[in-house]
């Protein structure tokens, strides 16, 4: 079996100004008051009654490891046991970085912040995701999925959806952040974890996988695909949403000496030299075959950098993406540029500056070509 390369480049392998902004530790906090319960609660109950029911809380665990009874979507037993009892203390003590938020769990596997602006502009990625979908939250033949797992949730958004939409399934999102908001549907919970690594779920135990975004953060996406494969039910499906960050235009209107072309390739470049590719989205498709997935569709879609466009709906999306991306190509970017570059973080300004201004201009008919592509684990 592959095993996942290392990193070609540390985020933070050269000393920086970062500091660790410390949080309130929650996770310790839910602990403390569930042990307390817990006392109160055989202070009063028959011992016979406790004994039967701690037997049967076994047997509903045995049946289904990941069947969680808790509301809240953020469960501090699932961060101990991977390293050590100090990763529940220490997961929120989170970087700074040029006044950016960055997660702490494996400080410097992911180019992106974890801050308030952060988390809004994959809120808006989402609501154009479901424009592009016409409100479908997938395009895969899904039928009555009981286990779901949304690979890097993020914010949670979509497992949260999922989680309404399908009440009777289980949905679980992981991610490098615990920014998924605490007060979520029952049946929708939330796990830190790093997916680069080897996944330790039961095999063969889900119905559903998504993915989506993933982009420079997987070192190697055949191991990545070996590990979904092994982890989907015979007949389950897994779903991968990418796209490309190299505008392009159909019509001639960015020419060859565009600063779209210098940005696109830069963002590439980053990725190379991070050990991380931006290219996934049109590798998708041959790289599930080649794990084994069978029925492998692929959807290509395209997002306008602006509202240039006549269609009304690639107008929207376009409307939404030039705000996503004004807003956001900091996020994107400052990161890669100054810790993996070595830009400075001035020179990184400029350049975030100057893809702003080529934004507002609806002379380049410019977009982002991306992908959807799902395939289906064959029976035995």
Not at 87 to 110: C, K, T, V
Request: proline share 5%.
């Amino acid at each position: 079996m592959a095993t996942p390369k290392d990193d070609a480049f540390s985020l933070h392998s050269a000393a920086d100004s970062a500091v660790h902004l410390a949080e309130a530790q929650h996770s310790e906090h839910t602990t403390a008051y569930a042990q307390d319960d817990a006392s109160s609660l055989s202070a009063v109950a028959p011992q016979g009654h406790m004994q039967a029911q701690q037997q049967e809380q076994e047997q509903e665990t045995e049946d289904d490891p990941y069947d969680y009874a808790s509301d809240s979507g953020f469960d501090s037993g699932s961060l101990l046991g991977d390293e050590t009892d100090t990763l529940a203390s220490s997961i929120m003590h989170y970087r700074m970085e040029n006044g950016r938020q960055y997660h702490a769990y494996r400080d410097g596997a992911y180019w992106g912040p974890n801050d308030e602006l952060a988390k809004e502009i994959l809120d808006f990625a989402h609501h154009m995701y479901l424009l592009t979908l016409d409100h479908k939250l997938h395009l895969a033949p899904v039928k009555n999925p009981q286990r779901i797992l949304d690979v890097g949730t993020g914010t949670g958004i979509w497992a949260i959806d999922m989680a309404d939409q399908f009440p009777s399934a289980t949905v679980i999102g992981t991610d490098l952040s615990p920014i998924q908001p605490e007060w979520v549907p029952p049946n929708c919970h939330f796990e830190i974890d790093d997916v680069t690594l080897d996944w330790t779920y039961p095999e063969e135990h889900f119905d559903f996988i998504h993915i989506r975004e993933l982009f420079g953060c997987i070192p190697d996406w055949d191991f990545f695909f070996q590990q979904a494969y092994q982890h989907t039910k015979p007949g389950g499906w897994i779903e991968i949403v990418e796209h490309s960050v190299h505008p392009i235009s159909d019509d001639g209107s960015q020419g060859p000496d565009h600063f779209y072309h210098t940005w696109g390739e830069t963002v590439i470049e980053m990725g190379r030299i991070f050990g991380k590719s931006f290219t996934i989205w049109e590798e998708a498709k041959d790289r599930l075959e080649r794990a084994g997935f069978v029925d492998v569709v692929e959807f290509t879609y395209k997002w306008p950098v602006n509202g240039w466009s006549e269609d009304k709906k690639l107008k929207n999306i376009g409307r939404w993406n030039q705000l996503r991306l004004h807003e956001g190509i900091e996020g994107f970017m400052l990161r890669l540029l100054t810790q993996v570059g070595g830009w400075s973080v001035a020179r990184a300004q400029v350049h975030l500056a100057q893809m702003r201004r080529e934004l507002k201009s609806t002379k380049t008919h410019a977009y982002l070509p991306g992908t959807v592509v799902y395939g289906r684990k064959p029976l035995r």
